[in-house]
């Protein structure tokens, strides 16, 4: 899932694999703007099938915590 996330990351901003790091956060670190976290959690929910809800998704702030909240979704299923 990890893995996964960080390649699909890395689509949406221009960084490494490598520099992508479970304590990155999003904006600050990696370059996102909010245009690009919502964008890429359109392609999360496609990738995953699962269904992100938006005020959840606010409050991510790091990979790892994207990360988590994905196999929680995926665990729903």
């Known amino acids: 899932m990890f ?18 790091k479970p304590e990155s956060r999003f904006i600050e670190d990696l370059g996102f703007t909010s245009f690009d976290f919502m964008s890429m959690l359109g392609e999360l929910e496609d990738e995953f099938d699962v269904e992100i809800d938006q005020t959840k998704a606010v409050d991510i702030r790091t990979v790892q915590e994207a990360a988590d909240y994905l196999e929680t979704l995926a665990s729903e299923e």
Request: aromatic share 6%; net charge negative.
């Open 3 to 20: 893995n996964k996330l960080v390649d699909i990351i890395c689509e949406y901003v221009e960084v490494e694999p490598e520099n992508v």
